[in-house]
């Protein structure tokens, strides 16, 4: 990883958080850590980014994110249900308003005709003010073309596209000042 990364959708991502005053954590599996590295190549990142955690052994997602055996047992580590586990646990554990997490297949060898390399499941969850009920967790999944290196650059521009979209859709917070 260089500081050659597109700035365009971190910096938009950063602009968003700090209006917000809102913070950011990762867990990231087939990108292992680029979310993380292209967040912290724009300058003040440590206004709003709280941390990445690259969990790409099942173990990790259960133990650094509290992703049930049951998840992955049932439905793999390339799964919706485990992708918003993930993004969930990675958000609770930091104590951040959002969570992103990836998990896929990234190649070139380890798909399936299910999920076929390329295969990337990218969840965000929010973490709404108590009380609220506002808070939510979603997944989506992606088939990326490509060999290793684009289906994990496609991810992250993925990830924070999907991450702009979730939080266009909150309302801003009320001032409570008169």
Same mark, same amino acid.
């Given at each position: 990883?260089?500081?050659? *990364?597109?700035?365009?959708?971190?910096?938009?991502?950063?602009?968003?958080?700090? /209006?917000?005053?809102?913070?950011?954590?990762?867990?990231? &599996?087939?990108?292992?850590?680029? *979310? #993380?590295?292209?967040?912290?190549?724009?300058?003040?990142?440590?206004?709003? %980014?709280?941390? +990445?955690?690259?969990?790409?052994?099942?173990?990790?997602?259960?133990?650094?994110?509290?992703?049930?055996?049951?998840?992955? /047992?049932?439905?793999?580590?390339?799964?919706?249900?485990?992708?918003?586990?993930?993004?969930? $646990?990675?958000?609770?554990?930091?104590?951040?308003?959002?969570?992103?997490?990836?998990?896929?297949?990234? $190649?070139?060898? +380890?798909?399936?005709?299910?999920?076929?390399? #390329?295969?990337?499941? *990218?969840?965000? &969850?929010?973490?709404?003010?108590?009380?609220?009920?506002? &808070? %939510?967790? &979603?997944?989506?999944?992606?088939? %990326?073309?490509?060999?290793?290196?684009?289906?994990?650059?496609?991810?992250?521009?993925?990830? %924070?596209?999907?991450?702009?979209?979730? *939080?266009?859709?909150?309302?801003?917070?009320?001032?409570?000042?008169?």
């Amino acid at each position: 990883m260089n500081d050659d *990364i597109d700035r365009e959708l971190p910096m938009a991502i950063a602009d968003t958080l700090r /209006d917000r005053e809102q913070t950011l954590a990762v867990a990231e &599996s087939c990108t292992g850590g680029l *979310i #993380g590295a292209a967040i912290t190549a724009v300058p003040g990142a440590s206004d709003y %980014f709280d941390s +990445g955690l690259t969990t790409y052994a099942y173990d990790a997602k259960r133990r650094h994110l509290g992703v049930s055996r049951e998840a992955l /047992d049932e439905h793999g580590a390339v799964s919706e249900p485990v992708a918003l586990e993930m993004a969930r $646990g990675v958000r609770d554990v930091t104590d951040t308003t959002w969570g992103v997490a990836t998990t896929g297949i990234a $190649g070139p060898t +380890g798909g399936t005709e299910q999920n076929p390399v #390329g295969t990337v499941y *990218i969840a965000v &969850s929010y973490a709404g003010p108590w009380g609220s009920e506002t &808070s %939510f967790s &979603s997944a989506s999944r992606y088939v %990326f073309d490509g060999d290793r290196a684009t289906v994990r650059a496609r991810t992250v521009d993925q990830a %924070f596209e999907d991450l702009l979209e979730a *939080i266009d859709g909150q309302p801003l917070r009320e001032s409570t000042e008169p």
